[in-house]
């Protein structure tokens, strides 16, 4: 089946099975590598985009469900002001270790700020709750989430 | 920036850009350099452009455990540049040039080694670059060389500057010097500069790094593998009818080998949903049918039997009389269960024949050498036909270096079945990484201390049961001495702590399943019994925990070092002053060559919920090359000791895994520990693991806490199964 979808800015046209989860469109089809599969049941938070601007886990979204809707990846949140400010705060902490889960904690992270300038830690901690690192940056996301919310004050 | 590369291509852009230094060493063992034309038998560590780009080629693998910025700041630090003006490429697989120094002919990541044994090795090539750039200038200058040095990527003195570039065709003819000076540590501006950010920070926060899970070859297939549920199981048919609903389905076939069905499609998801689909029938005869419980009973009964191996020939009599004559014994079972790995990235590489018949395996190699050999070997073609390139890894915490390959053979059958006209990319689920896997081994101590009036140990009575990880695999000669497999006992065997009277018994249990190495190995149980022991031997003797450990921690270097990394961390925890309401826990250890000593402090109470506060940590791993990705592995190797040992166990009946998915193995989420403190003691020692060493004292620190603060002694893990609730 086909469908049309906005992602990143860009209207798309995608053939699909109906059932299909977004996450495996946007990374076998459209090709769009830096959302993650981490466990495929909403379990790690390695797969999440933004739908409509609402982070959501894409490995069980399915593409009927993102069809007329703005999908937004990592590759392109650096657009967003939120987005950027995340990014640069990731790099200047080295918040990244394997970094396999840290698009996901991106996307997360600034679905946090958008709805929370200045969170505490344990108001980060209650919304990261779903995104799991294996490598166990936590204090560094921790540390950063708060970082960008510094650059996105000044 | 980050390329993965192969020689063949890295020849073929230096030719084309004309002249390149590159410096590496001869089989031999000695330097060598050349330029492009005489580069054929080369591969180095270091390599600049004569538009003056310097790239480190980094031998070991990227799992965020930080050496291509490490390796890449070592040539950077020596040759005099800047860390924004040296770039990285993983070497191909080599195990002549670019083996692990700690592993013989073998090209590997693993124990804490990285930094260890190339230390030298890419200081040194560094170095040569620098002086064969250095006679350049001076040669065309008409000046002494030493009157000459390298700023910032900028050759200057007598006068005149210029850049790397101008001298790199003339320096690539020079014959590089035997031992280049190595710069003091006085005179390092990145060794040990906290500010020295990491190179792959960048592409880790905008998706563009690619990790082997993102390769996407043309015209390739997707396999996923129906395994059996118990381990040992062989495929003896199949019904494909409802994949062949499946959009996407290409074929299934039943591996060389029987232990699975091979299922190809179009892409991950058809390949997901057609294995789900199929239906295989097994020959179980020869698979494993035990649970947990019988695994767990073989362990417990071999722990009062009399031991196979006497671990460090040790009078057994002596301690048993000094047991006797003690005025209070301590005694305490512990038992540690199955752990899977579960790297972020499930486990995946893709394979591909060329048109000039080789191989090529993409994959996020921890030890390339393994799959190497394996591939040639399947594909029936010599070692130089097959290339490993490596990529970045998801993580891997050793469970992508398996003895004998096993994800990549997996792919290699999958592809020798076809016609090798597609790419074949083998992908795991999670599902399959936590039940098909490989496991860190089930484990029992028995421990009894005997103490006199004072509180002084008199004798130590170890008992330790368990499957061994090296026995049966490749690496049996260089670890099992005398029936001993060390990785049983390490960390406790060799532990600096100076103990009177101590008895070891080793006896090894039948494996259950497959058994691997899990970050820090055989120190996950050893430092656990080694310091819930001490701390509980330091409670019957009445006395304070740090300072009843550091009486046994009197004389020699070792004790000294393993001494000053407990009083650093006891004084920055605020030691014996935690604020009302909460308690705290400290542990100790030594292993890959560094002391970690770590104090939690926790919160609440054990029915209720215990919170975890915090974690504060001294680190002596000698010279700190890169301080701040020391920092972050402590932090992330405390946080996977704690998180598994909270909650996670993989448990079997009938042979098969009871866990799925991540809901049934849980990881650490980032409430479960509020703050970590790590601190590093200044050293000029040689440097020494860090991706390891921040594992093992950590939830043995958290377990002395539960108890400091009225919880049970935790002898049995995950705690979460053993009477306390975290919140
Ligand atoms: S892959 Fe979607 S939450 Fe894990
Ligand atoms: S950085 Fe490795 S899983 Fe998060």
């Not at chain 2, 590369?5 to 050349?34: D, I």
């Not at chain 2, 609440?604 to 002596?620: F, H, N, Q, R």
Request: aromatic share 6%; charged share 20%.
């Amino acid at each position: 089946m086909a469908f049309s979808l906005r992602l990143n800015g860009e209207s798309r046209e995608v053939q699909a099975e109906a059932g299909t989860p977004l996450l495996w469109v946007i990374r076998d089809e459209l090709k769009l590598t830096g959302t993650k599969f981490g466990c495929g049941v909403a379990a790690c938070g390695a797969c999440t985009v933004h739908l409509d601007g609402q982070p959501v886990r894409s490995c069980q979204t399915y593409i009927e469900d993102a069809e007329g809707s703005e999908v937004t990846t990592i590759e392109a949140i650096q657009d967003n002001k939120i987005g950027s400010a995340v990014q640069q705060a990731w790099v200047e902490l080295d918040v990244v270790q394997c970094g396999y889960c840290q698009s996901g904690q991106i996307m997360s992270a600034v679905g946090l700020l958008r709805e929370n300038a200045k969170p505490t830690a344990d108001e980060i901690d209650e919304y990261m709750h779903g995104n799991a690192c294996r490598c166990a940056t936590y204090q560094r996301i921790r540390a950063g989430i708060q970082r960008a919310a510094e650059i996105l004050e000044a | 920036m980050t390329m993965n590369t192969s020689r063949r291509n890295f020849l073929k852009s230096a030719a084309a850009t004309g002249a390149v230094l590159m410096v590496g060493l001869r089989p031999n063992g000695a330097l060598a350099a050349s330029g492009s034309g005489t580069s054929a038998q080369l591969t180095p560590f270091v390599k600049i452009s004569a538009d003056g780009t310097v790239t480190a080629i980094v031998k070991h693998f990227e799992k965020g455990q930080g050496p291509a910025t490490g390796l890449s700041t070592l040539i950077a630090e020596e040759i005099g540049l800047r860390m924004d003006q040296i770039s990285y490429e993983f070497a191909p697989s080599n195990p002549e040039i670019y083996n692990n120094l700690f592993f013989g002919p073998f090209q590997g990541t693993g124990g804490s080694t990285a930094m260890a044994n190339s230390f030298m090795q890419y200081r040194n090539a560094g170095a040569a670059a620098r002086e064969m750039l250095l006679t350049a200038a001076a040669e065309a200058w008409g000046v002494d060389p030493g009157s000459l040095r390298i700023e910032e990527g900028v050759i200057i003195g007598a006068g005149q500057s210029a850049s790397l570039g101008d001298f790199v065709a003339a320096a690539s003819k020079l014959t590089p010097p035997e031992t280049p000076r190595l710069k003091e540590p006085s005179e390092f501006r990145l060794i040990g500069n906290p500010a020295v950010r990491r190179l792959d920070s960048p592409i880790k926060v905008n998706g563009s790094a690619m990790f082997a899970m993102d390769l996407h070859l043309p015209n390739q297939m997707v396999v996923m593998i129906a395994r059996p549920e118990q381990r040992g199981g062989l495929a003896t048919g199949f019904d494909d009818t409802g994949a062949k609903d499946v959009k996407g389905f290409l074929q299934a076939a039943i591996l060389p080998n029987k232990a699975g069905v091979a299922v190809y499609a179009e892409n991950t998801w058809a390949a997901m949903q057609a294995r789900d689909a199929l239906s295989v029938e097994w020959d179980l005869s020869s698979a494993e049918t035990r649970g947990s419980d019988e695994i767990k009973s073989e362990i417990m009964a071999a722990l009062e039997a009399e031991p196979s191996y006497n671990v460090l020939q040790s009078d057994q009599s002596a301690t048993r009389s000094a047991l006797d004559d003690a005025a209070q014994v301590v005694e305490q079972t512990f038992y540690f269960p199955l752990l899977a790995h579960a790297p972020m990235e499930p486990l995946n590489c893709t394979i591909e024949a060329t048109e000039d018949g080789r191989i090529v395996l993409h994959d996020g190699a921890q030890m390339p050498t393994g799959p190497h050999m394996a591939l040639s070997q399947i594909f029936e073609l010599p070692m130089e036909k097959i290339e490993v390139r490596t990529m970045l890894a998801g993580g891997s915490f050793g469970r992508r270096a398996t003895p004998d390959a096993d994800y990549q053979v997996e792919a290699a059958l999958a592809f020798v079945m076809t016609d090798r006209s597609r790419p074949v990319k083998l992908v795991w689920s999670r599902e399959d990484d936590l039940r098909s896997g490989y496991y860190r081994p089930a484990f029992g101590h028995k421990v009894r201390v005997g103490i006199d009036d004072a509180g002084g140990i008199v004798g130590w009575d170890h008992r330790i049961a368990g499957q061994s990880i090296m026995k049966d695999t490749p690496f049996e000669a260089m670890v099992v001495k005398d029936g001993v497999d060390h990785s049983s006992v390490e960390g406790a065997s060799d532990t600096p702590y100076q103990i009177p009277g101590v008895f070891m018994g080793l006896t090894d249990t039948k494996k259950a399943t497959s058994t691997l190495w899990w970050r820090a190995v055989g120190h996950t149980h050893t430092a656990y019994v080694m310091e819930v022991m001490m701390d509980m031997v330091a409670q019957a003797a009445g006395q304070d925990p740090v300072q009843y450990r550091l009486q046994y921690l009197q004389d020699g270097t070792d004790q000294a070092r393993m001494a000053s990394v407990l009083k650093l961390a006891a004084e920055k925890a605020g030691w014996g002053s935690a604020p009302e309401g909460r308690s705290q826990g400290v542990a100790v250890h030594k292993s890959f060559g560094s002391y970690v000593a770590e104090v939690v402090e926790v919160s609440g109470d054990p029915s209720d919920g215990i919170k975890i506060e915090k974690v504060t940590c001294a680190v002596d791993c000698g010279i700190a090359v890169n301080p701040d990705v020391i920092k972050a592995q402590m932090e992330g190797g405390i946080g996977y000791g704690i998180g598994h040992n909270m909650r996670d166990q993989i448990t079997l009946s009938g042979g098969a895994v009871d866990q799925f998915n991540f809901p049934d193995y849980e990881p650490l989420r980032i409430g479960d520990i509020k703050e970590i403190d790590v601190h590093i003691v200044d050293s000029n020692e040689a440097p020494t693991g860090v991706g390891e060493p921040g594992t093992p004292p950590a939830a043995p620190a958290l377990a002395n806490a539960i108890s400091a603060i009225g919880g049970p002694r935790l002898s049995a893990l995950p705690m979460v199964e053993h009477g306390v609730n975290f919140a």
